[in-house]
């Protein structure tokens, strides 16, 4: 299963990501979504959508994309939400999901800084892909593209999308 993982597009979807989203089976992105238009570009690509909204989408979005999301993916428990904080110390609610659904993988968005990490204490995998929008105080701008097989994430690796817009 092929993963295509973006967050924080923040309203901008580059084209230059199209190509890495078209050839994934699944496309998961971890809020701060920024419009209906990227969401509907999203939905328009040939793999299957995962997508939560962020604390910038408007009511709209946030009717159309829940907070959180826990799915199956090839034997892989996934968590998706927005803001979860970083290992080990993860807010309230998200050590409420972690406890009740004890996924493999958690991802999450929200800081805008790429972060894998193993979280022994929960034993699942910790993933935030970025942003991939202009907006934010990132430099680079990147999402990861990985595979899961058996359960288990498997040729992880980040792509660099170039620098990001103006603030």
Known sequence: MKIALLSDTHGYLDKAILKYLTTADEIWHAGDIGSKEVLEQLQE???????????????????????????????????????????PRYNKKVKVLIEKHRPDILVCGHSHILKVKHDTHYNLLYINPGACGNHGFHKMRTIILFEITNAKPINMRVIELGKRGIL
């Open 45 to 87: 690509l040939p793999g299957k959508i995962k997508i939560v909204h962020g604390n910038i989408d408007n009511q709209q979005l946030r009717l159309m994309a829940p907070e959180n999301q826990v799915f199956e993916t090839s034997g892989a428990k996934i968590l998706l939400t927005h803001i979860a904080g970083t290992p």
